[in-house]
């Protein structure tokens, strides 16, 4: 069963520029979860999807994000019109059905750096 | 509010010696605790959780943690530090909505010889 699989791991931008940022959960996972970890801190959570359906957005920022987990194919992080500020780590997480007393398994990471 | 404190940015243990990180927590309602590890350029990885029952869990690599509820706290212990512990160490508290966690700024280990 492979785990979290997140692509790319590395991905450079200009500002201006849009990134997407992909999620593959795990096999039998039905819940995403993005993070972001800036340069010396820990996971802030962004957005918590479910298929076709965005179940919790409280840490997305209000512009120029936005995250969908479509019925087929992975989850993907969108970035517009990235800013240097935007340059971080983000990390996908998968959970299985059911949200008392799960788990949560994290992907590798991908490390967004705008130039 | 809901918050996860580390209160310990970083430490450095001799190889051999025993080990705790502190975790505090303020969580609304029953709280999930979580301790991942991160290598560098690396994903998180699980050393252990608390749902409920016994409060000293045992984790993987010889980690075990204690749940305190009357200290709000979630410490992580090894007794004997190994070089290949060296890494960065996230608390995190989880409730009703599965894997939506709240992380601690996290603990960094160095280990010296």
Known sequence: ?115 | AQSVTQPDIHITVSEGASLELRCNYSYGATPYLFWYVQSPGQGLQLLLKYFSGDTLVQGIKGFEAEFKRSQSSFNLRKPSVHWSDAAEYFCAVGGNQGGKLIFGQGTELSVKP
């Open chain 1, 1 to 115: 069963n492979a785990g979290v699989m997140q692509n790319p791991r590395h991905l450079v931008r200009r500002r201006g520029q849009e990134a997407r940022l992909r999620c593959s959960p795990m096999k039998g996972h039905s819940h995403v979860y993005w993070y972001r970890q800036l340069p010396e801190e820990g996971l802030k959570f962004m957005v918590y999807l479910q298929k076709e359906n965005i179940i919790d957005e409280s840490g997305m920022p209000k512009e120029r994000f936005s995250a969908e987990f479509p019925k087929e194919g992975p989850s993907i992080l969108r970035i517009q019109q990235v800013v240097r500020g935007d340059s971080a780590a983000y990390f996908c997480a998968s959970s299985p059905p059911g949200v008392w007393g799960t788990e949560a398994f994290f992907g590798q990471g991908t490390r967004l750096t705008v130039v």
